[in-house]
C-alpha cells in the first residue's frame, strides 16, 4: 500500500480506483446481445459453451436439483444461511414506504399509492468464488416489495450444475425460477425474454464488466439498479482506532478481486504506520494472498491528513462503497458524512457484517456512485403512482391555477377539461 500525505497529493488523481473501462467492450457486448434477442435459448447455449465451457441442454434448474442441494449441503451452512435471510427479511421490511394522502386545498386532495413492479432478475455471479449472500440480498428485498416473479440467473459449473448452496439460498430466499446461464447473454436472455427465459421488468446484481457492460446497454429496455464495479473499502480512522481490526477489514476488501480498492484515511501517523505494519503481516499468511496483493499494490492507499475534518473531507469526495468510522466520537462523524454506499460504526462492526448478515444490503455503489446513489433496497422494486380526487368546488379553485397557465403554453384542451366540467362554455 502506498501511504501518502495529503498535503502533497493531487486528490481528484488519488482517489480514482482501479477500474476496467466497460466503453472497451460496448460492441462486443451489443452483437451478444442482438443474437441473444434474435436467436433466444440457442444463444444462450452457444455463449454458455464459449465462455464458460459448458453444453447445457436444459438451462431451467429442476425442483429435484434444489431438493439434492438440500440433502447435500453443510448443516451448519444451511442454518447461517436462514439466519441471514431471516435478518436480511427483518430489515428490508422496514422499507417499505406507507401510502398517503393529503388535503392540498379543500376540495382537491392528493397522494402517493405503492405497487411493485411484476418482474424482477436478480444476477449471481460466478468466476473467483460463489455468492449465496448474493441471491438472499437480491431476492429477498423484491419478494418483500411485492414482486410476482423473481428469477435468478447464474454461470453454471463445468459439469453443469449450480452449486448447492447458490441453489439452496434462492429457494429459501423465495426464487421463482433458476436459470444456468451467466454473463451478458444472462442479462440479454433477461432484458429480451427466450424460449426458456422469461422477460423481466428489472434486473438487480452485482456482475463483472461484461455483465455491467450488458446491463448499461438494456437499460431502457428494463430497469437496472444502478452500474457498479469493484468493489471498494474505506475506512476513516483517528488515534483511537485498533490497527489490527483496520488491517483485517483491509484485507478482506481487497481479497474480493485484484481491482478492488482500499482506502485509510487517518488524522494519525502513528495509526497509519501500525496499520500498514499489519497488513503486511496478515497477508503473509491469507489463502488468497496473490489477489490481496495485487489489489493493495494497484489500489491500497493510506492517506495522512493534518485533521479529522480534512480526512473527513476526503472520505465525502472518495464516496466509498463501503466506509468504515472508527473514530472517538462515531456519531459525531457520521453526522459529518454525506456520501456513502453502507456505513460502518465503531471498533466491532466489520464490513463482512453487511456482506452476510446484518440485514442490511450488499449491492452497493462503487466508484464514486455513492454521490448518487443508495444500496439496493425494498423501494428498487416499488413504484409510487401518485393519486388525486377532486370535488366541483375543488376543481373550480384549482381552474384559477390551471387555466391560465395552460392557455399560456397553448394547450387550449387542457384548459376546456376545467371548463367543460363547470359549464363555463
Known amino acids: 500500500m502506498d501511504v501518502l500525505k495529503y498535503s502533497e497529493i493531487d486528490l481528484s488523481q488519488t482517489i480514482k480506483r482501479s477500474e476496467e473501462d466497460v466503453n472497451n467492450v460496448l460492441d462486443i457486448v451489443s452483437d451478444i446481445l442482438k443474437d441473444i434477442k434474435e436467436n433466444g435459448d440457442d444463444a444462450v447455449k452457444a455463449y454458455t459453451e464459449k465462455f464458460d465451457g459448458v453444453l447445457i441442454d436444459e438451462l431451467k434448474v429442476s425442483d429435484l436439483e434444489i431438493k439434492k442441494a438440500y440433502e447435500t449441503l453443510d448443516d451448519s451452512l444451511l442454518t447461517a444461511l436462514k439466519q441471514a435471510a431471516s435478518n436480511i427479511e427483518k430489515f428490508h421490511k422496514k422499507q417499505i414506504p406507507e401510502e398517503w394522502e393529503i388535503e392540498v386545498h379543500p376540495g382537491i386532495n392528493a397522494g402517493q399509492i405503492v405497487r411493485p413492479i411484476n418482474s424482477a432478475g436478480c444476477y449471481i455471479p460466478g468466476g473467483r468464488a460463489a455468492y449465496p449472500s448474493s441471491i438472499l440480498m437480491t431476492v429477498i428485498p423484491a419478494k418483500i416489495a411485492g414482486v410476482e416473479k423473481v428469477i435468478c440467473v447464474t454461470p453454471p459449473q463445468k459439469d453443469g450444475s449450480i452449486l448447492d448452496a447458490i441453489l439452496v439460498a434462492a429457494d429459501i430466499a423465495g426464487a421463482d425460477e433458476i436459470y444456468k446461464v451467466g454473463g451478458s447473454q444472462a442479462i440479454g436472455a433477461l432484458a429480451y425474454g427466450t424460449e426458456s427465459i422469461p422477460q423481466v421488468e428489472k434486473i438487480v446484481g452485482p456482475g463483472n464488466i461484461f455483465v455491467t457492460a450488458a446491463k448499461k446497454l438494456v437499460y431502457g429496455q428494463v430497469d437496472i439498479e444502478f452500474p457498479a464495479g469493484p468493489s471498494e473499502v474505506l475506512i476513516l480512522a483517528d488515534d483511537t482506532a485498533i490497527p489490527k481490526y483496520l488491517a483485517t477489514d483491509i484485507l478482506a476488501q481487497a481479497e474480493h478481486d485484484p481491482n478492488a480498492s482500499c482506502f485509510l484515511v487517518t488524522d494519525s501517523e502513528k495509526i497509519a504506520n501500525e496499520t500498514l505494519k499489519y497488513v503486511e503481516e496478515l497477508t503473509k499468511e491469507a489463502p488468497r494472498r496473490e489477489i490481496i496483493e495485487e489489489s493493495l499494490s494497484k489500489s491500497g492507499k493510506i492517506i495522512i491528513t493534518n485533521t479529522l475534518d480534512e480526512a473527513i473531507y476526503v472520505t465525502n469526495e472518495y464516496a466509498p462503497e463501503h466506509l468504515i468510522i472508527s473514530t472517538a466520537d462515531d456519531d459525531k462523524t457520521l453526522s459529518q458524512i454525506k456520501n456513502a454506499g453502507s456505513i460502518f460504526l465503531g471498533h466491532f462492526s466489520p464490513v463482512a457484517a453487511g ?71
Open 355 to 425: 456482506d452476510y448478515g446484518s440485514g442490511t444490503n450488499h449491492v452497493l455503489p462503487t466508484g464514486g456512485g455513492a454521490k448518487m446513489y443508495s444500496g439496493l433496497s425494498t423501494t428498487d422494486f416499488i413504484k409510487k403512482p401518485t393519486v388525486q380526487r377532486l370535488t366541483k368546488d375543488g376543481l373550480k379553485l384549482l381552474s384559477k391555477t390551471s387555466v391560465p397557465i395552460a392557455e399560456y403554453e397553448g394547450f387550449f384542451a387542457h384548459a376546456n377539461s376545467f371548463k367543460t366540467r363547470l359549464g363555463d362554455e
